[in-house]
């Protein structure tokens, strides 16, 4: 056997341990988990009554199109039909945008740290990555520009970028935009933009119009609280989703996705309940980092990336003993930190006083003035 030379040495993913084992592992009855940006708060919960109305519909294949769905989405965000593709997760266009786009003698643009899955797909495809450090926690896109040349196919904008939770202004991506040679394709990463705050967040969509070469990707698995049924989605010019469509598997989200996704989208007032607790929750932690002088990255999302001035792994092992679950920063390029999930109110205390036993060893009972 002899599989392509760029798969040999790749790691596969190594994904967190089912709470439910590690409860029996380490003798603990609750585990809170922080540490991959899921919502809280589920989902609305008109979902669980969609998905239990369609319960029995399983020896039918789901519909190729999302034609439902298909229609919610392009409605509510002014697009045309021909203009989306729906993934398996955004994880899944990722992949599409790979696929379509990258092949040896090919190079991709990303910032570095960023989003695993760029890199991870565009190795599998044989592409080489060109990886341009953040600056400030921040992608560079002036640095970005100057690594692009005519073997590059696409470039990657993180926006707001995973694991930092920094963000690249509207001013700055469009002069990006107006940089980029037309034979790039431009990718916005938007997997948090329900939970930006920040006035000068770019408003991608209306952008489509005048650059033929963007392509947006959303998800429902972050704020609408939708991970388990994996559905994301891609918003570009007609033509640039005409390339990728032969790519798709022809039946790649499933019924009851579908249907999650559509009535998701409905109930707006969910999402918007679930970002003001979400800003609470940051607010919190962001308080609780400053009265102990741990410094972070300012978030626009439901994460905060925590810098510790010690191993995050070891830290890592620390809370998961406290029942806690949180991200170390190592295998996401930033070894002394940790990324931490905003959780809700009563999570994110319990969670604050764990972090000051491992952190501190004992509880302040004071603060620094
Ligand atoms: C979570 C995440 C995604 C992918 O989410 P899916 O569940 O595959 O839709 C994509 N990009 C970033 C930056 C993310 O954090």
Not at 183 to 208: G, K, N, Q, R, W
């Amino acid at each position: 056997m002899q599989p392509k030379a760029q798969l040999l040495g790749l790691p596969s993913y190594e994904p967190g341990k089912p709470i439910e084992e590690v409860k029996k592992e380490l003798g603990l009855t609750k585990i809170i988990k922080l540490a991959s940006n899921e919502n809280p708060f589920g989902s609305s919960p008109k979902v669980t009554e969609a998905i239990k109305d369609a319960a029995s519909q399983t020896a039918i294949y789901p519909d190729g199109y999302a034609r439902t769905l298909r229609q919610a989405v392009a409605k509510t965000y002014h697009v045309k039909e021909d203009q989306l593709i729906f993934g398996n997760g955004s994880d899944e266009v990722i992949q599409f945008l790979c696929r379509t786009f990258l092949e040896k003698g090919t190079n991709t643009v990303t910032a570095h740290p960023t989003f695993s899955q760029y890199k991870l797909n565009a190795t599998i495809e044989g592409a080489s990555i060109r990886e341009v450090p953040l600056k400030d926690g921040v992608h560079d896109l002036d640095a970005m520009l100057e690594a692009i040349d005519e073997n590059t196919k696409i470039v990657w904008v993180c926006n707001p970028n995973n694991p930092t939770g920094t963000y690249v202004n509207k001013e700055a991506f469009e002069k990006f935009l107006n940089q980029v040679p037309p034979h790039v394709i431009v990718v916005s990463d938007e997997a948090y933009y329900e939970y930006v705050t920040a006035d000068d967040y770019p408003e991608t969509i209306p952008m489509l119009e005048r650059y033929k070469q963007l392509i947006i990707l959303r998800t429902f698995s972050k704020a609408y609280g939708l991970a388990a049924l994996r559905v994301g989605f891609g918003v570009a010019n007609k033509e640039l989703i005409s390339y990728l469509q032969p790519v798709r598997p022809p039946f790649n989200n499933v019924s009851f996705g579908q249907i999650a996704a559509a009535t998701a989208l409905s109930d707006q007032g969910f999402i918007k309940e679930c970002v003001e607790k979400n800003n609470a929750g940051m607010k919190q932690l962001e308080l609780f980092c400053d009265r102990h002088r741990l410094t972070y990255y300012p978030s626009e999302t439901n994460f905060l990336l925590i810098e510790l001035g010690r191993s995050g792994d070891e830290v890592f092992k620390a809370l998961l003993k406290e029942g806690f679950i949180v991200r170390s920063g190592n295998p996401l390029g930033f070894s002394t930190a940790i990324r931490i999930t905003i959780g809700k109110k009563e999570d994110n205390e319990a969670l604050f006083q764990a972090l000051e036993r491992v952190l501190f060893q004992t509880p302040l009972t004071t603060q620094p003035s």
